[in-house]
């Protein structure tokens, strides 16, 4: 048993060989339908199309496959010509020696003298033949029969052979190109391959190319933000370090300055400030001018508002063009409450008409500190814009983790851990605060009223589509107020209490020598009961929560400390959401803490009663974006006390209307219908004064107001009647000033039935914003009774009085708006002064100098010196030879004896 066992294991143990094919079980059909079916194989349309679903491996198969069988049908080959070689050369042997063994010698009969009929004779002498002879000859005939026979089937195997040799060559050849054609098209296909992975590589270099870019972009963006708040001193307190920061800016800050003057409402005002290389630059090289919003197409981005006229810089003379940058400020008026969530940018017009935004900073000027201007670098003159918008934050959070905090509001933070990204993530944050007009608005609503406060619309933009961890973000949301005010009492209680220590009596109280008792016991009772308020109010009593029936529902009271927080985000489709099971931790009495999983591109957090659910938190959502939208506003409509027919029109926010109104009045109009109702407009909307009843426009032109609500939008224009002949019952002339909306609506193109589009339908919408009730004088043709103004008595100390201010008015030119400017005489006095002047028909301008002169004389205390500043107004509006006259004939009365005072008349 032993010897036996190894074998079976050296029989496993050994490979099994393949067997050698047969050559006699070669198929001659089968071989001729595998061809077939490969021919019918490689004409399909899966071997034409050189993609990457190309069946590469099957050709790979079928080339084996092909090889193979030829391989097989060669040795059959081989075989078949071998045996028919083998055969023919028998039958030539066999048919050699039957013809060796006939012809070698005669055949000669065992008995001479037998004949055929059986008589007996010598052959030699007799000329028959016998019977076996003839046999013989029959039979040496029928074997050359057979063997002619045999020589054709010779014949026949050897074309035979021939032909499946010349098949067998034919079928290698075809094989052979059948693997060429299969090498080709198999190199074909993997150059495409690799030509498909190298523009895949290009790709991806490309994309990795663009996303270095667009960090290098954030960066720059970062950096110069970084570099902006160094320069304002939010960053940086030192100022040498500041200016090491910006050697830029250092270099356009010792460049001259030039102002260019535009037309205004009242006349001349800054259009803008340039600052330029003196030795590549001059003044005249560029020209300066407002153009009206309608006529440049100006574009509104999201939450933008204008605050600046349109400034047009063009080329003075198209042979003398800017050779280098230059800085370009332009004046605007945000307001400082608005300044700390908006920032000024200005936008340039490109050649086809959109609107690129700027590199912009704050500067301001010398000569102009009561004004606020944007700056930002220009190469080639265009029209340029002042918007305002929200604050962005660019941020960058490290892969090694960390926390960055926001510079909007520094209550915003955000922390990650370390491989939370691949690699620096760059964002950008901005936050759109929720004033508390908006939220009084809201509450007031149906939807609003389990409302208790709202954190600030969030809006970022990350690089990245999902996080590796969580990011925890810190967001202020204001506080219940049930526990604001408690907050409030318990630490007014315990800053009373530090104030006046337990156990010290009041000092001197009973050492009082005297005093109404009284009055002393009623004092000591109302401090023990503001003893006892505070020490209630530092401890409250828990109270029970009731209920309140309201709008179907049972809410809980407004002493309720109970509510809900809600993480309501905005989804791509522009609906909100509110995201459910999501953390929201109060870690801080107004600070919520939250992870970020996913980067959320804007989200708000709400603080709601306890009895609201998701919906409803959604739709408040909404509410509160499309509130901040809008722009609650009010039409003024005034009329001119000494010419009703003189109407001036002006569109303001709420907050502003009795400001307005009184501004209004000092102008001169006082008369008119006032205020109109409360509308809601958008930054941008067209607005159209149209008329109604039996008023019209003088001048019969179209007046259009694009609304902004940080500039002034008015409109001034005189009004007469349609028909004198209608409205006989009335002393007066009446019609409506309506204000109209102007929307311009494009709806979708229709689709014919041949499947063409048709043009798409543009439409004019209007929509009556106000309309206001006019009434003007049947008689308004007459001239009106102007009033008498009476005159007043200036005392001047000087060389300032009345020949001196009337020889100025002469000599001063255009500048003398610019020098009422710097003199701080405001524009409405000013346009009150041109206007009065044009009514009683002495509107040149000497009398408007003149009485623009006399308004700041009396606005001047007597303790100023008035030479010093009209000296420094002059020199400012480029008036140095006026402003030395003065000086000089300063100097010359202070040499003189004193003077009497001089009266100057003002009428």
């Known amino acids: 048993m032993s010897t036996g066992s190894p074998e079976p294991d050296r029989e496993r143990q050994e490979p099994e060989s393949v067997p050698e094919r047969n050559p006699e079980d070669f198929n001659v059909k089968a071989f001729q339908d595998d061809l077939k079916g490969l021919h019918s194989k490689l004409q399909s349309d899966r071997f034409k199309d050189l993609d990457a679903d190309f069946p590469g491996d099957d050709l790979a198969e079928m080339v084996t496959s092909v090889s193979g069988v030829m391989d097989d049908f060669k040795a059959y080959s081989n075989f078949t010509a071998k045996q028919l070689d083998d055969v023919r050369g028998i039958m030539y042997d066999i048919k050699d020696r039957v013809y060796r063994k006939i012809h070698s010698r005669p055949y000669e009969p065992r008995n001479p003298t037998l004949l055929v009929n059986g008589s007996t004779t010598n052959p030699k002498t007799d000329g028959r033949v016998s019977l076996e002879e003839r046999e013989i000859e029959a039979k040496i005939q029928t074997l050359n029969k057979e063997l002619a026979k045999v020589g054709d089937e010779l014949l026949r195997s050897s074309q035979l052979v021939l032909e499946t040799e010349s098949s067998a060559a034919e079928a290698t050849l075809i094989a052979e190109k059948t693997a060429q054609e299969a090498k080709r098209t198999q190199e074909e296909y993997e150059k495409r391959k ?66 260019y003057m535009v037309e205004g409402p009242v006349g001349k005002e800054v259009g803008c400030m340039v600052r330029a290389d003196p030795q590549r630059f001059s003044e005249g090289a560029l020209k300066c001018s407002t153009v009206p919003q309608i006529d440049v197409d100006f574009k509104y981005e999201l939450n933008e508002e204008l605050v600046g006229n349109i400034i047009r810089l063009a080329y003075s003379n198209e042979d003398e063009l800017i050779n280098s940058p230059i800085q370009v400020a332009i004046p605007h008026c945000i307001s400082r409450a608005s300044a700390a969530s908006r920032e000024a940018v200005i936008k340039a017009r490109q050649d086809d008409g959109s609107w690129k935004d700027l590199a912009s900073n704050e500067v301001t000027f010398e000569g102009c500190k009561d004004m606020k201007f944007a700056q930002a670098e220009l190469s080639v003159p265009t029209d340029l814009a002042v918007v305002s918008r929200f604050k962005r934050d660019f941020l960058v959070l490290g892969k090694r983790g960390g926390k960055v905090t926001s510079n909007v509001d520094t209550r915003v933070t ?62 202020p949301v204001p506080p219940n107020p049930v526990k604001a005010k408690k907050a409030a009492a318990a630490r007014a209680a315990k800053e009373a209490k530090m104030k006046q220590p337990v156990g ?3 000092p001197m109280a009973d050492a009082a020598p005297s005093g109404n008792p009284k009055k002393k016991k009623q004092t000591k009772q109302k401090s023990q009961q503001k003893q006892e308020d505070d020490e209630e ?9 009731t209920t309140k029936w309201y709008m179907g529902q049972y809410g809980n009271s407004d002493d309720d400390e109970n509510d809900l927080l809600y993480f309501v985000q905005k989804l791509s489709n522009g609906k909100w959401q509110v995201k459910e099971n999501f953390g929201l931790d109060q870690i801080k009495l107004d600070i919520v803490q939250m992870d970020l999983f996913n980067p959320y591109p804007k989200f708000i957090v709400l603080r709601t009663r306890t009895n609201l659910d998701g919906r409803e938190a959604q739709k408040i959502a909404e509410l509160i974006e499309e509130r901040l939208s809008q722009r609650i506003v009010q039409s003024i409509l005034k009329q001119r006390a000494d010419d009703l027919c003189d109407i001036c029109m002006q569109i303001v926010p709420v907050a502003k209307q009795e400001k307005t109104i009184k501004a209004l009045e000092d102008e001169g109009y006082e008369e008119g219908p006032g205020a109109g109702k409360e509308v809601s407009l958008h930054e941008g909307d067209v607005l159209e004064v149209t008329f109604r009843g039996n008023i019209k426009s003088y001048d019969n032109k179209k007046r259009e107001i694009i609304f902004n609500s940080q500039l002034t939008n008015r409109a001034s224009f005189s009004v007469v009647e349609v028909d004198k002949y209608l409205q006989k019952n009335y002393q007066v002339y009446r019609g409506f000033v309506q204000l109209e909306r102007v929307e311009t609506v494009t709806h979708k193109a229709k689709r014919n039935d041949d499947g ?27 001239p009106c009774t102007l009033n008498r103004v009476q005159p007043v008595l200036v005392q001047t100390d000087g060389p300032i009085n009345e020949q001196f201010l009337r020889n100025l008015s002469a000599n001063l030119g255009d500048e003398w708006q610019k020098l009422a400017h710097y003199l701080n005489v405001k524009k409405v006095r000013l346009q009150a002064i041109i206007r009065d002047a044009n009514s009683r028909n002495q509107g040149n301008d000497e009398t408007c100098k003149y009485e623009m002169l006399m308004t ?20 400012k509006s480029c008036r140095e030879d006026l402003a030395a006259e003065l000086a000089d004939l300063d100097k010359e009365l202070r040499s003189s004896p004193p003077s009497h005072t001089t009266a100057a008349s003002v009428q």
Do not use: C, Y
């Not at 030509?195 to 667009?214: C, F, N």
């Not at 109010?537 to 929560?545: F, Q």
């Not at 048709?758 to 929509?767: D, K, Q």
């Open 414 to 475: 955000f922390s990650t851990t370390k491989n939370t990204f691949k690699k620096n993530e760059h964002f950008v944050f901005q936050l759109q605060p929720v004033d508390s007009a908006t939220m009084n608005a809201i509450k007031q609503l149906p939807e609003g009223k389990g409302l208790l406060t709202s954190s600030s619309i969030a809006a970022m933009e990350w690089e990245s589509r999902e996080f590796d961890g969580p990011v925890t973000m810190t967001l």
């Open 756 to 782: 063409t589009e048709e043009e798409p339908l543009v439409e004019v919408v209007r929509h009556l914003v106000s309309d206001h009730l006019v009434s003007i004088p049947k008689d308004s043709e007459q």
């Open 504 to 506: 010290f009596p009041p």
């Open 856 to 875: 700041w004389v009396k606005k001047v205390p007597r303790g100023i010196n008035k030479v010093e500043i009209l000296q420094s107004a002059l020199s």
């Open 194 to 259: 690799k030509e498909e992975h190298e523009k895949k590589q290009k790709e991806e270099a490309d994309r990795l190319e663009k996303e270095r870019k667009l960090q290098e972009e954030m960066e720059r963006k970062e950096e110069e933000r970084k570099k902006e708040d160094a320069r304002r001193g939010r960053l940086m307190k030192n100022p040498s370090v500041q200016d090491g920061l910006e050697p830029k800016a250092a270099a356009w800050e010792s460049w001259p300055s030039f102002e």
């Open 537 to 545: 109010d530092a401890e409250p009593v828990k109270k029970v929560n």
